[in-house]
């Protein structure tokens, strides 16, 4: 689906009359000194997504902020938040990419109760390794993160690459109607749920509509991209400048010139820049027509740039571990339209495929088996090698995404592009192979499951047990 014509051309009218101008500073809420805990508040909030003051009233935001506010911490610290849920649906905060301990991890119903309306529960994360993260919710996240609950977590280190400045942009596209609200009525479309997942219309960074950030001129950045769309693949085209990427999904990569940065559904990609230009633009070419995605302007106001541009040292990406003992899990992933998925199990009963659409909205399963959070989908002994072989044997796209660990990505096809560092979240084409190798190094109840939020409700996500 592409992108909302009656509201892309009010952008074009409203960034020609120059209005569009957002602080994008990330809001950073105040810690307590003494007990440093961070407080989110989700609630049903209005938000600026159009940019024109057209309010989008049917957003969920924490602190009535879009995105979320920025949680940042250091390396070794502790990263502590009480969550009030002060929506009349219940709610759970997920840390997504995080290796957490299992009862911070955030899954309804797997590692926690849920958070009911006028409740709180306060999250307790030790933050063991540096880089960009993002917290969201997950309970109903389809819908939930559709509707704005998500913000950035960035953790320092004293390692990380001196720049500039450090820009975070968080990426979603919305589903808006022609009055620039969330369009309610679209939610739980079975065609989306048996594609390729809820697309947006309108795409925001950092909440607003391509957004002007300022640079001095020279500088050094870092851009930290973040995608909390529900189910679109962006590929962000960073225009004309030399830029290196460092780090995906928070870890760190064999650093590579790039142009255009494909980010599925979770994943992050971490930027160096030298601002050796005017201007950098920004836009999402996942389309075919390329749509603005916020601009770097060198603004001499700002004073000089004062970091050199000196090569980027980074660490070595962790070597592959030894896989002469690996434990091998077939993932072999069917279902959806179009797809080659007859029948499944569910509930312990073999269903045909129609059935399990029309009455119980489930259309996706690993090894014939209808996926659910309280599905196993293999018990693993602490501290093994383990190798998840999955098969997409569909006719879409899928973000696979493993909670509690970072994995290497092994691809037959030598065609293909493999990642150089750990990921948390690997892209599949449809018909695609990959092995996802880890230590299972992480006791407790991790979800292994799709990012695309839809397809992750209806059948395409299990559970590891490591124990
Ligand atoms: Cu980012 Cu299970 O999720
Ligand atoms: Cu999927």
């Known amino acids: 689906m592409g992108y909302k014509q009656m509201q892309r051309r009010d952008f074009l009218t409203i960034a020609a009359a120059g209005v569009t101008a957002a602080s994008l500073n990330l809001p950073t809420i105040g810690r307590a000194n003494a007990s440093d805990i961070y407080r989110l508040k989700a609630g049903k909030a209005t938000a600026n997504l159009i940019g024109d003051g057209t309010g989008s009233k049917n957003c969920w935001l924490y602190n009535a902020s879009c995105p979320g506010p920025l949680l940042r911490r250091r390396k070794g610290e502790m990263l502590n938040v009480a969550v009030i849920n002060d929506l009349s649906t219940p709610t759970t905060v997920h840390w997504h990419g995080i290796r957490n301990i299992n009862e911070m991890d955030g899954v309804a119903h797997l590692t926690q109760p849920p958070i009911e309306p006028g409740e709180a529960f306060l999250y307790e994360v030790p933050l063991t390794e540096s880089g960009t993260y993002w917290y969201h919710a997950h309970t109903m996240s389809w819908e939930q993160v559709a509707r704005g609950l998500y913000g950035p977590l960035i953790i320092d280190d004293d390692d990380d690459p001196a720049v500039d400045h450090d820009f975070t942009l968080m990426i979603d596209d919305w589903r808006l109607d022609q009055d620039g609200q969330i369009d309610d009525a679209s939610f739980g479309s079975l065609h ?3 594609h390729a997942g809820r697309f947006g219309n309108w795409l925001t960074v950092n909440g607003t509509s391509d957004p002007a950030l300022s640079a001095k001129p020279g500088a050094r950045l870092r851009l930290r991209l973040i995608s909390a769309a529900n189910a679109r693949i962006f590929k962000i085209k960073i225009g004309g400048a030399a830029a290196t990427l460092i780090a995906e999904d928070g870890a760190v990569c064999q ?6 940065v494909t980010l599925a559904p979770g994943q992050r990609a971490d930027l160096i820049i030298d601002m050796d230009r005017d201007s950098i633009i920004l836009q999402d070419v996942s389309t075919g027509t390329p749509y603005p995605a916020g601009r770097i302007i060198a603004d001499p106001n700002l004073g000089q740039a004062e970091i050199s541009k000196t090569p980027i040292n980074l660490a070595a990406p962790a070597p592959i571990a030894d896989l002469s003992a690996v434990k091998v899990i077939d993932v072999h992933m069917q279902g959806g339209a179009m797809g080659n998925l007859t029948e499944a199990i569910f509930n312990g009963d073999k269903l045909p495929l129609g059935t399990l659409a029309r009455e119980h909205k489930k259309l ?5 088996i209808v996926g659910d959070y309280n599905q196993t989908l293999a018990d693993i002994q602490l501290g093994q090698v383990v190798a998840l072989d ?7 796209p899928h973000a696979m995404h493993l909670h509690g660990h970072h994995f290497w990505v092994l691809v037959d096809d030598p065609t293909a592009d493999a990642p150089s560092g750990k990921r948390d979240t690997w892209l599949m ?3 695609s192979r990959a092995r996802l190798v880890f230590v299972a190094d992480n006791p407790g109840l991790w979800l292994f499951h799709c990012h695309m939020l839809e397809h992750a409700a209806s059948g395409m996500g299990m559970v590891l047990a490591v124990s």
Do not use: L, M, R, Y
């Open 364 to 368: 996706w399963a690993f090894n014939g």
């Open 429 to 431: 084409p449809a018909g």
């Open 255 to 260: 650093a590579e010139q790039i142009e255009v």
């Open 192 to 194: 989306d749920w048996s």
């Open 390 to 396: 999955v098969f997409n044997d569909t006719a879409w």
